[in-house]
């Protein structure tokens, strides 16, 4: 290959890796502004309230009269009732289990190798950690409202019924569509449980 032939080829290499990494730049930034420029607040709430299943890893820190707990958990969903969820931290409970199939639960615990099922658990506990949970109170509420701040949008649900799960809010990224994190509140106003969404991925 003469000197000719090799600057031909590699000016041809240079262009072909430079339209496939503008390409690969143009497709990312045009994902990116999808939601925040093309789809307005309402678009970005019915794509939350319509997911069929995610995935996420949340911290969750409970805040009680006498001392403050945190948590690092796993949290996988499926339509119409099918979820689990599993702490990875603290290390004293990590790998415990909790299915959610129907009107069964199922708790497990790997350390211990312990099982146990609970039917028609509804009526025994109520978890708000759940973002489906969230999504379905939404729905059926009729003290439902959304308010927008800065970069987010802020569903709020309240139910006067409730004096510790009084107030529910979910944070919603603009730019992203995706849920960044939750607060519950009691009657007094005092955040009881504070989540902060790590990492989610929402499916529909």
Known sequence: MDY??????????????GCIFFGLFFINKT???????????????????NISSYEAII???????KNTNKYLIEQTYVAPNTSEQEVIEPENIQGIKIIKNENELKVENTKMDLIKI????E????????????????KGIN??????????????????????????MLYISKET????????????KKTLIYILYK??????
């Open 143 to 168: 003290k439902q409202k959304y308010e927008e701040k800065d970069n987010e949008i802020i569903l709020t649900i309240e139910n006067k019924d409730e004096k510790y799960h009084r107030t529910r």
């Open 4 to 17: 000719r032939k090799l600057l031909k080829f590699i000016f041809i290499c240079f262009f072909i890796f």
């Open 177 to 188: 569509g995706k849920p960044t994190k939750m607060e519950v509140k009691d009657n007094n």
């Open 31 to 49: 994902k990116k502004m999808k939601w925040g420029n093309n789809r307005n607040s309402q678009e970005i709430i019915d794509h939350i309230l």
């Open 118 to 121: 609970y039917n028609h658990y």
């Open 123 to 138: 009526y025994m506990t109520d978890n708000c950690l759940d973002l489906n949970a969230f999504i379905e109170d939404y």
């Open 199 to 204: 990492e989610v991925e929402l499916n529909h």
């Open 59 to 65: 911290e969750v820190e409970v805040n009680s009269n």
